[in-house]
C-alpha cells in the first residue's frame, strides 16, 4: 500500500478507536446511560479495552494470512487504544464507583478473584504501553522488546478471565471473547509448532553452495 | 455469628455530618460539571405511564421516608431472567406477558387449598402503601414505593396445618411469553421459598402495584413478594402458584450457585460474595456508595427470628 493511503488509513483508524468514547460521552450528555450511569460507563470502557486487545492480537494472524505487510503498521495504535481504554476502565472504577476508597478497592482486588485478575493484567499492560515507542525498541534491543511484550498473551487471558469471572450466569457473551482469543493464541501455537517442525527439515538439508548465488 | 441485640449500625460506621454534607457539595458540583450525569433530577413520579390504577391504599408505618427512585429507573432496570439476562431489556420484552386472566393458586399443608383470581386477590385484601428499601445481591439498591398487602393475610384464609413449616412460590412458566425460558440457563420455572415465620412476618407483602398503579410487567406482575430485608432476588416475580410444604424448598438460585446463594439470603454487609463486596451499596441516582445495613436496615423488626442462628453458616 502506498505511504500516503497508509497515512490516511492510519488517520481513520485513529478516530473511528475514538468513537466509542464519542458514543459514551453523547449518551452522558443526553443522559441516556440508563438508571446505572457509572455501571454503563466501567462495562463500556472494559469491553472496548477488550476489544481493542484483540484487535491487537488479531494483527499478526491477519497479516500472514494475507501477506500485507502494512497491516503492521497498525498494530501499535491499536494496543496503545486498548492501554487508553483500560485506563478508562481502571478511572471509572476508581473514581466514579469507589471514589478513591483506598480500602474498599484493595478488599476487591485482594478478596474479588475477577478483580485481582483484572488488576493483574491492568499492571503488566503499564510496561508494554511505556516501551510502545521505536526509542525503546532501540534502547531494550529489539530480542529483549519482544520478550517483553509477549506479556500481551498473559494479559489477554487474564482480561478474559476478568470478563469471564464477573458475569453472573449467562456466559454467552464472554464466551465469544474467550474463544475469539483461543482462535488467535491457538493460530500462534500453530505457527509455533510449524516452525519447530520445519526447522530440523532445514537443518538436515545439505547446505545449497554459497557460490552459485546471484 | 450471633444476633445479639445490638443496633445493626454501629455509631462509627455512620457518616459524619459534616463529611456527608461535604460529599453532598461536591456532588451537586460534580453534577453541575458532569451535566447532571450522575443525578436524577427527575421528579420521582415523572412520567407514570398509563396502567391503569388501583383501589386506594392507606399508608403503612413500615414505610421509609427516604427519597424514593424514580418510576423510570424502578421500571427500566430489572432483573428478570424469565426476559433476559441483561437489566434494560425486560422493560420492553415483558410486554409480552398476559397478565389478565391470571390466577394463583394456593396448596400444599393448608385447610382451604384455593386458586384466586388476580382480581380477587386485589379486591379481598385492603392495599397498603409499603415504601422499602430493595437491595440486589449485585450491590445496587432502591427505594420503592410498592403497593400490596401481608402475606400473612392471605396465609390466615387458605388455614396452614401443623406440617406447614416452609412456604414454597413458583413463577409462570410460559416460554412463548417468557422467551428466556427457552435457554436453560436457570431451572425454571423459577422458586423460592420462606421459613413460616418469615413469611407471617408483617414485613413481607405480595406486591400488585407500584407508585399507585398497578405492577408493570417487568417489576412482577401482576403480583410478586417483596421481602425487605433479604437480596432482591428472593422476591419473586410473577407468581402463579403459593405451597404450605414440610420442608425446605431447593429455589432457583441455590440450585444454579450453591456456593454463592443461600436459602435465607439476608442482607449482610460482612457477607463476602465472590462476585461481589456486600459491605456497601449504590442507591440508583447517587454517586457515592452507603453503608449496606444488617437486615437491609430492617434489624428492629426482623433480627429476633434469627437470633441463635449462625448467618455465616445460615447465608
Redesign the interface.
Known sequence: MAPVRILWLKRAVFAACLLPLAALALE??R?S???????AIEHSTGRWALVLLLVTLSVTPLRRLTGCYWMLRFRRMFGLYSFFYTCLHVLSYVI????F?WT?IF??IS????MTVGFASFVLLIPLALTATNGMVRRLGAKRWQALHRLVYVIAIGGVLHYL??V???MTDPDIYAAILAVLLGFRVVMAIGCLIRRPMTERLPRLPADGAE | MLISKSPDVQPSEITDEAVYNGRRRFLAAASAATAGLFLNSASAADSLPDLPGLPPARPSPFSTHERKTPYRDITNYNNFYEFATDKYSPATLAASLTTRPWTVTVDGAVRRPTTYDIEDLIRMNPLEDRIYRHRCVEGWSMVIPWVGFPLNRLIRQVEPTGNARFVKFVTLYDPKEMPGQRSDILHWPYVEGLRMDEAMHPLTILAVGLYGRVLPNQDGAPVRLVVPWKYGFKSIKSIVRISFVEKQPLTTWVRAVPSEYGFYSNVNPRDDHTLWSQARERRIGDFFKRPTLLFNGYGEQVAQMYRGMDLDKYF
Open positions: 452522558g450528555w443522559r446511560l440508563g438508571a446505572n450511569p457509572i455501571a466514579l464507583d469507589q471514589f476508597d474498599a478488599h476487591d478478596r474479588l478473584p475477577f469471572w464477573l453472573k450466569l449467562d
